[in-house]
């Protein structure tokens, strides 16, 4: 009998079912205008993207040109691609314009689909960013749809890492941008930190859709973007510590799974202490609960983190003599990110690699503040579904399924659960090797390079062919990609999410003609390509008639979705199609959130060695600790926004306040009113309101505004004065100061005076920001003790956040105030004193050049330049001269060729 539930969506359908019947209509109208936007020719279509990016930008709603826009769109992707669009894909574009998460199985072709929306939403000329998860895909796309933008008259670029300044800033003036989510964040986080509007890159956030929005918005979200400065180094330390960590038995330290945490039990601190005490590291009369132990507690609990926590060729791999973090949700390497706090070097000091110094935070950003910068956000994804609660609460995007355009045939087989890893891989090995001797090609997904080789391993011993996909094979991962569909092909992978190629049945025909024209460039391309598809068709026969695709799953991830993306590969557009997890009670999902209860049930059951138990119930039971995973996951990431947030209304203020002043010709008027301000805080803390003149520190007034204003002006004669009161004192150094600036202004010229103006508010801006940030970093890490204290941790951040952001913005003013008042032109001497200096130096560093050779001196010249009191037997007499400065016994050589020669 169905539950009621079930009846009701029968009959009125589910509510993801009317958001894709209601953008029939518009489907209906596209496919309407099809006839005639083939017959426009190509320069008629580029001026149909004329005519439309015209009326967008006199008003017209970019609603009511999308029918003529995806239209144009569809016509031009067919020429330049030899690709006509699916009904699917309009619908999915449509979606995404009305920004949405567009949630499309594999290869139903959403690097197109992102084409439709990006094209609509540029004719506003205010440019479109589409965001990808690495470099690789960034360049491919846009090298692949810069031929669909290029037939509609539209510019398209590409940002990637190291690019140089001037080709990146044309990459953000072009209609369609193509970059990593990284890449984006930190060049906002680098504009904002620049000198003038010029040399900023980003033209604004107006639109953006992010492909695998799911691993950029939630995955990646968990770690904030930072660009940092080096501080001292402390390498020597982390050594120390690290030889002492392999000598703490277990019953020193607590481990829980669940949560990634590491702590040392009273037993723990006990021995830690005595051995710092003994290597020198703890000063006799101190313990590790002393105020002035602070740093060396958290050394040493980095350290253990280090080795308890983090474990090579899992959470990081060592490659040329470096550690590089693996992304533990695509299996790559994360080129250039560090953990933060040290525990980067502690790991570093465990492996034995150069120890790089900790970093300071100049800026940072998380993604979720920073995609919430956009005026309009949509993304798509293969899964997306159990997120839907996340996605719509932090960035506001709602998830639309677009059916798929066949129907799915895919098999997907019931869990099966062994009680040891070593059964469980003996179980996989019997299965690939069961389904290659038929010829199906077999996609195995692990969740380590670790386990990924070991695999690898007993493959081998049986035979098997095989290739290997991880963080080591990072560069051939397209190539891999691309043959794991071929007849009899095995490939093992660790994770599959956004690799970006699609496997196809029988193999990717773009990487055969790429290939085969790579290895005789003489081929005529079309003949290559027939050649190629005709063999293709043939193999992709024998591979359906072999079941298709078999993704096999060694363990099941934390998330459903990354589960999902993997069995996703198989039974792409209504192929044939298999996909099966093993998995064991040793695996880390079953161990810390599976039932004990399963353990006992499988041993009350009597079950043999080497058998599994195969049930919808596990699926159920494993489906609710994911679930558990995931919810516990959003509840981190929801506090950490919470946080970032104070921080995230005090970074936009300050960055705004930086744009404003960068656009501004003249700033004299906001240093005006800083100075105003610092008078009347001078006036209120030395002569306090309701107060009499004999109870005012004029003394004190008087030495502020020497230091702070640069004035010396008879403070303490005025406050003897009849009838004065604070304003009058006011208005007089008001007065002083403003006088003071003008003639500034007439000594340096008013251009002159204005980029000093400038320079000076920037520079001190972003000195303040920086101690700013380091000041919250610290509160943040002590804050979370308040709970103790049965006090909020967040509104305690809250208010003591906003109490440090206006002593910044007291102390921003004084401090230009400051700088500006002590800002004074050269005098002459000084002038000429300097051009000397620079004369001097450009003399050494061209090497003595200029100094005459002996050779060409006349007799007895070259001793007349000989420093007055120069012994040529006494080097006391020689003063201090660098070693390319001329020899001051006047032979014209440079001093380390002449006496300073070494024997």
Not at 353 to 364: D, R, W, Y
Not at 582 to 591: A, G, N, Q, T, V
Not at 788 to 809: I, V
């Amino acid at each position: 009998m169905l539950g009621l539930g079930t009846l009701a969506k029968k009959v009125f359908g589910t509510p993801n079912d009317r958001k894709v019947k209601s953008v029939r209509p518009l489907v209906a109208k596209i496919n309407a205008l099809e006839p005639d936007f083939k017959a426009l020719t190509d320069d008629e279509i580029k001026a149909k993207t004329e005519n439309l990016a015209m009326r967008a930008q006199q008003g017209e709603s970019l609603d009511a040109l999308l029918p003529e826009a995806f239209a144009n769109c569809r016509e031009a992707a067919r020429r330049a691609l030899g690709l006509r669009a699916f009904d699917v894909q309009l619908k999915g574009g449509i979606f995404l314009h009305q920004g949405n998460i567009a949630e499309m199985k594999t290869g139903e072709g959403k690097t197109l689909m992102a084409t439709f929306p990006a094209y609509l939403n540029a004719l506003a000329g205010k440019g479109v960013h589409i965001v990808t998860v690495n470099d690789y895909l960034a360049k491919r796309d846009a090298e692949w749809m810069s031929k669909v933008y290029g037939a509609l008259g539209l510019t398209t670029g590409v940002v990637y890492p190291y690019q140089p300044d001037e080709e990146k800033r044309e990459a953000y003036r072009a209609d369609i941008t193509y970059a990593t989510n990284n890449e984006l964040g930190f060049d906002y986080l680098r504009d904002n930190m620049k000198a003038s509007i010029e040399d900023m890159s980003q033209r604004g956030h107006f639109f953006a859709i992010v492909d695998e929005v799911d691993s950029i918005l939630i995955d990646e979200a968990r770690t904030p973007l930072i660009i940092s400065g080096p501080s001292q180094d402390r390498s020597d330390l982390y050594t120390k510590i690290d030889a002492l960590i392999p000598e703490i038995l277990p019953e020193h330290f607590t481990l829980d799974e669940k949560t990634r945490n590491v702590t040392y039990t009273d037993d723990g601190n006990e021995f830690i202490e005595q051995r710092l005490r003994a290597a020198g590291l703890l000063p006799e009369g101190q313990n590790l609960y002393d105020p002035e132990s602070t740093t060396l507690v958290h050394h040493v609990t980095q350290a253990l983190r280090a080795h308890k926590l983090f474990h090579r060729d899992q959470q990081y791999m060592v490659r040329d003599g470096e550690v590089m973090l693996i992304d533990e949700f695509t299996g790559r390497m994360m080129r250039g990110r560090r953990l933060s706090d040290g525990l980067h070097q502690a790991i570093e000091a465990k492996e034995g690699v150069a120890i790089q110094p900790e970093n300071i935070t100049l800026a940072s950003v998380t993604f979720q503040n920073y995609f919430r910068l956009y005026e309009k956000l949509a993304g798509m994804t293969g899964t997306a579904k159990t997120e839907a609660e996340e996605f719509m609460e932090i960035y506001g995007l709602g998830v639309v399924e677009v059916p798929t355009n066949r129907p799915i045939a895919r098999v997907d087989d019931h869990d099966q659960v062994y009680r040891t890893a070593r059964e469980k891989f003996e179980g996989v090995v019997a299965s690939i090797k069961e389904a290659h001797a038929k010829g199906q090609p077999i996609l195995v997904g692990t969740t380590s390079i670790e386990k990924s080789e070991a695999l690898s391993e007993m493959l081998k011993k049986e035979g098997v062919p095989h290739n290997v996909l991880n963080a080591r094979q990072h560069e051939q991962e397209a190539q891999i990609v691309a043959d794991a569909g071929k007849f009899g092909a095995v490939t093992i992978a660790t994770n599959m999410a956004g690799r970006g190629t699609d496997i196809q049945l029988g193999g990717n025909v773009e990487m055969k003609v790429l290939e085969a024209l790579a290895a005789d460039p003489e081929a005529h391309p079309d003949e290559i390509r027939q050649r190629i598809e005709a063999e293709h068709a043939e193999e992709k026969e024998r591979v359906k008639a072999a079941g298709g695709l078999f993704v096999l799953g060694t363990e099941r991830h934390e998330s459903r979705r990354i589960d999902n993306q993997l069995r996703g590969r198989s039974g792409r557009q209504g192929d044939p199609g298999r996909s099966s997890f093993f998995l064991s009670l040793e695996d880390d999902l079953m161990r810390i959130f599976g039932s004990e209860r399963l353990d006992s049930v499988l041993s009350k059951l009597g079950m043999k060695e080497g058998e599994a138990i195969v049930h919808p119930w596990v699926n159920k039971s494993l489906e609710k600790a994911q679930a558990k995973v995931e919810g516990r996951n959003f509840d981190i990431r929801k506090q950490l926004l919470k946080f970032d947030d104070v921080m995230n209304d005090q970074r936009k203020a300050i960055f705004g306040q930086r744009l404003e002043i960068m656009e501004a010709k003249d700033v004299s008027e906001i240093t005006e009113d800083m100075r105003h301000q610092v008078i009347d805080d001078l006036i209120e803390l030395y002569l306090p309101a309701k107060s009499y003149a004999d109870q005012w520190n004029a003394d004190g007034l008087y030495a502020s505004v020497l230091e702070k204003l640069g004035l010396d002006i008879p403070i303490i004669d005025w406050a003897k004065e009849e009838g004065v009161d604070q304003e009058l004192m006011r208005e007089r150094i008001c007065e002083a100061s403003d006088k003071k600036m003008a003639e500034k202004m007439e000594a340096f010229g008013p251009e002159t005076m204005r980029n000093i103006e400038k320079q000076v508010l920037l520079q001190t801006i972003d000195t303040k920001w920086r101690e700013h940030l380091l000041t919250l970093e610290h509160l943040r890490s002590v804050v979370g003790f308040r709970g103790y204290a049965q006090r909020d941790p967040l509104s305690e951040y809250k208010t003591e956040g906003f109490a440090l952001f206006e002593s910044l913005l007291n102390s921003l003013r004084q401090d230009v105030t400051q700088k500006l008042a002590q800002v004074r032109p050269l005098t002459e001497a000084e002038q000429k004193a300097m051009m000397e200096q620079y004369l001097a130096q450009q003399r050494a560093a061209a090497g003595g050049a200029t100094a005459v050779h002996p050779d060409a001196a006349p007799e007895g010249e070259a001793e007349a330049e000989a420093d007055s009191g120069f012994d040529e037997n006494n080097p006391e007499t020689w003063g201090d001269p660098g070693r390319n400065d001329p020899c001051p016994c006047g032979s014209g050589n440079k001093f380390k060729h002449c006496h300073g020669r070494i024997a």
